[in-house]
């Protein structure tokens, strides 16, 4: 099959062979390139859709967008399972097999360097959500009377919204401490739009967490023990994922 080389992730040579029915992108199984004892995992991709002048335009259509993203981290889940891939950006494209070996030669040293700072290591996804204080008490809000009323309502509705989130802060600063003992390494990103994320509550941790795999078992059961703490606030974990936060690559 001709076409351009999309490239998934490197990693080191592994020899358990990825799911027999894997497709990537464009539907093209992926296969392993390997050059100075690094493997490039890479498949065939039409020109018409990821040459420079199309593809700019390809991804500003959200549902290709998102179609190419799910069959992207679909090969990455994969490799995670049996080697540490060091996912690289979405729609990384070459021309050919040697445009892919000239990019792993000229990255060599960094390649090594984070292959061997993330090998044997996952990351998993830690996201505390608080809801908004309810003012419905199950009756009809009454009327205020007066101004004074008034302002007096909204003070005390201020003050519950204050207690909440000083609250909230306070279990996510205990929750990201206890995890971190547990974690080699930390992000904290910032937290997400509810309007883009779709979650219910405001977002008050977003934080990834590299953790070995054999500790991984650990770090599950401390969020889940955490999770029974307190029933004011969810707490949300994801993974294990390849180290997207760690790999210096943008997802």
Known sequence: MTGLRYVYAVCRPFGTPLQAELTGVAGDPPR???HHGLVAVVSHVPERDFAEEPL????EDLDWLTATARAHQGVIDALTVVTTPLPLRLATVFRDDSGVR???QAREADFRRTLDRLEGRVEWGVKLY?????????APAAKPASGRDYLRQRRSSVRAHEDLWQRAEEFATRLHETLSAVAEDT???PPQNATLSGAAGRNVLNAAYLVPRSRSEEFVELVDRTKDETTDFRVE?????AAYSFAGEKP
């Open 56 to 59: 700019r335009s390809r991804l």
């Open 237 to 241: 974990l994801t993974g294990p994922w």
């Open 32 to 34: 392993l390139l390997t």
């Open 102 to 104: 000239t990019m792993l």
């Open 187 to 189: 992000r904290l990103h």
């Open 130 to 138: 608080a809801d908004e204080p309810s003012a419905d008490t199950g």
